[in-house]
């Protein structure tokens, strides 16, 4: 797929993701729920917006320079986080106006949720179409390795082989899965169904696991895929050259059979107990 078609497809994709998912945030608890339209969501929080696309009729132009401040914005908050990022600092990259910014995003949250909303939904299909197709060639052969592949081996392989946007927007979500405020609630609860589809896949696998077992050891995958994702060069360092953090290709392979291990040596010893038979 051609950059401009992933940016094409991740604008569509994105209108769909406001259409169907919405985070209630509430002492802390986000409650998923399914919204109507897009508008239903945004009046009850904030102003609606464009999430990425010019207004209508606006022309090839503005949809160019809405691009640009995704790119721009996705680029900055993927150093420096939501709050070391001004929406003017956003369009001096962007080189537009600050009022445009304001006027397709509304604010700086509209468009944070924007920026990771834009590639989200293609990065859902893809990693849940490698759970179909591995489930339809295994059948019953599951195995942890695949599991754990068909869960991570899209994300490497999109942040290996994808332009700079693409890795921008996965040291962005690697920030993200590590804020525990509300700032990015939303979309990451958009990618739980892919880890609990990983969890049956696993349990398939693992029959006797305890599925809080199972729930920890993703816990220290995700960890894992995190750093991997966020390329911060200390491997380099502190592997005097021998290792790189920026090797996904080496990456992929260890990292499967490492977390694969994992599951398998910590759910073995703290398998189910089943009772005795009298």
Same mark, same amino acid.
């Given at each position: 797929? @051609? ?14 993701? /406001?259409?169907?998912?919405?985070? %209630?945030?509430?002492?802390? $608890?986000t409650k998923r729920k399914v919204v109507k339209s897009p508008a239903s969501a945004s009046s009850a929080?904030?102003?609606? %917006? %464009? ?5 209508? #009729? ?6 160019? &320079? ?19 990022? /001004?929406? *003017? ?5 962007? #080189? ?10 509304? @604010? ?11 590639? &989200?939904?293609?990065? =859902? @299909?893809?990693?849940?179409?490698? =759970?179909? +197709? ?11 390795? !695949?599991?754990?592949? &068909? =869960? ?8 290996? $082989? !994808?332009?700079?946007?693409?890795? #921008? ?8 899965? #590590? ?24 349990? *398939? ?9 199972? =729930? ?5 995958? /995700? ?10 060069? *200390?491997? +380099? ?11 996904? &290709? ?22 189910? %107990? ?5």
């Open positions: 797929m @051609s950059d401009k078609n992933d940016k094409s497809a991740s604008r569509r994709a994105s209108q769909a993701l /406001t259409m169907h998912v919405a985070d %209630t945030v509430s002492s802390g $608890n929080k904030r102003k609606k %917006t %464009t999430v990425g696309r010019p207004r209508k #009729n606006s022309g090839a132009d503005s949809a160019a &320079a809405a691009d640009r401040i995704l790119d721009a914005a996705e680029d900055l908050f993927s150093k420096r986080g939501f709050d070391g990022v /001004t929406m *003017r600092e956003v369009a001096q990259l962007a #080189n537009v106006d600050a009022a445009l910014a304001h006027y397709y995003f509304a @604010s700086k949250q509209g468009l944070f949720d924007a920026v990771l909303e834009r590639r &989200a939904e293609l990065v =859902f @299909s893809e990693r849940m179409q490698a =759970f179909d +197709d591995y489930e339809a060639k295994a059948g019953k052969a599951i195995t942890v390795e !695949g599991a754990v592949a &068909a =869960f991570i081996v899209p994300l490497l392989e999109r942040a290996r $082989n !994808g332009d700079v946007g693409w890795k #921008n927007y996965f040291r962005l979500i690697a920030l993200v899965n #590590n804020d525990a405020s509300h700032v990015a609630l939303s979309i990451m609860s958009y990618f739980d169904p892919l880890v609990h589809r990983l969890i049956a896949l696993v349990k *398939r696998a693992l029959p006797d696991a305890r599925e809080e077992e199972l =729930f920890w050891c993703f816990h220290f995958l /995700t960890g894992s895929l995190t750093l991997a994702l966020s390329r911060t060069g *200390r491997l +380099d360092r502190v592997s005097g050259g021998r290792c790189k953090s920026d090797d996904l &290709a080496s990456i992929e392979p260890r990292m499967i059979d490492y977390c694969a291990a994992g599951f398998r040596r910590v759910c073995a010893e703290r398998r189910e %107990t089943k009772p005795k038979k009298r």
